[in-house]
């Protein structure tokens, strides 16, 4: 049998399982809705006081975030024992080859900074510190590192100064996190912006795709802070749930339902992390945050 006709009757015979292929593709573009890629993670301080004191350590915390049915661990800064200092190499692969084998990622460092402060010398110092442990976020595989804002006494200062410095400084640490492949992400922790609109502001006036916003749903001090939230929504490139929002600054237990809702509504497709500051048990806390809010986001 000459080449040709055995290519031509080849062909034939693989054809109909072509179509048929191509059927089940068209199939299930129209009729499987698309499915979310949302990830669960954990944040350390949401084991704080165990951390603080030994009884438990960042592997500890994977096993925990494995067997329970999460993605991700937040694997905050000052845990690490050399903190303010960075820690060696070895450290950080040997958290990394325990990550994969338990099949988790790495995503997020973070530190302690106060740019807040009208000491320039000492918002140098924290910015030369964020851009060291940049260093160690890019070796630990993260693409997301958190910074604050500060909340340090501003006395002879207006907010809006304090803004401009916030700023200044924020663009220098977007420039150092260019170089390292990580995103500096601003958490809106409960320090020194309270309203989703300042937040805003800061972000746009940044104006670094190197520099995005952590979203903490739990920092925000407006009347209904889940209009707040939504507004924030499509600016997240990474979110904090806690167990409790603060609505004009009273601590009130969260609604998931509005949160899944909001997440759902933005398409976002990221990392959700998990943080508990209640007293209690963190792991029993923890995993009924997590499942709730599964359970929440699945409905929708």
């Known amino acids: 049998m000459d080449k040709k006709r055995r290519y031509l009757l080849r062909s034939l015979a693989i054809a109909p399982a072509l179509f048929s292929t191509q059927s089940l593709f068209s199939s299930l573009k129209r009729d499987t809705p698309a499915p979310t890629r949302l990830q669960y993670s954990i944040n350390a301080y949401s084991f704080n006081s165990l951390l603080r004191s030994g009884e438990m350590t960042f592997f500890d915390m994977m096993e925990f975030a494995a067997d329970i049915g999460m993605d991700a661990v937040d694997l905050t800064g000052y845990y690490f024992p050399s903190y303010p200092e960075t820690p060696i190499n070895s450290e950080l692969f040997s958290l990394k080859r325990r990550a994969l084998e338990l099949g988790l990622s790495i995503p997020w460092t973070g530190i302690r900074n106060d740019f807040v402060n009208p000491d320039a ?21 993260a693409t997301i590192m958190r910074v604050f804002t500060g909340s340090h006494d501003y006395v002879g200062f207006t907010k809006n100064e304090v803004k401009d410095w916030l700023v200044d400084e924020y663009k220098s640490c977007a420039a150092y996190g260019e170089e390292k492949g990580v995103i500096v992400g601003l958490q809106n922790h409960n320090e020194f912006l309270f309203h989703s609109d300042e937040v805003i502001d800061i972000l746009k006036r940044v104006d670094s795709e190197w520099f995005g916003l952590i979203l903490d749903i739990g920092s925000l001090h407006a009347e209904n802070p889940y209009d707040e939230i939504e507004k924030l929504a499509p600016y997240a490139n990474y979110w904090f749930i806690k167990e409790y929002v603060n609505p004009n600054g009273i601590k009130t237990p969260v609604d998931m339902k509005k949160i899944a809702t909001i997440i759902r509504n933005q398409g976002y497709q990221g990392y959700i992390s998990f943080e508990s500051l209640a007293k209690g048990d963190p792991k ?4 009924s945050m997590f499942n709730s ?8």
């Not at 809010?293 to 929708?300: G, I, M, N, T, V």
């Open 121 to 141: 010398d000492s918002r140098k110092a924290d910015r030369d510190m964020i851009r060291k442990w940049l260093a160690v976020s890019s070796n630990l595989g």
């Open 284 to 287: 029993q806390i923890i995993s």
């Open 293 to 300: 809010f599964r359970s929440e986001y699945e409905k929708l």
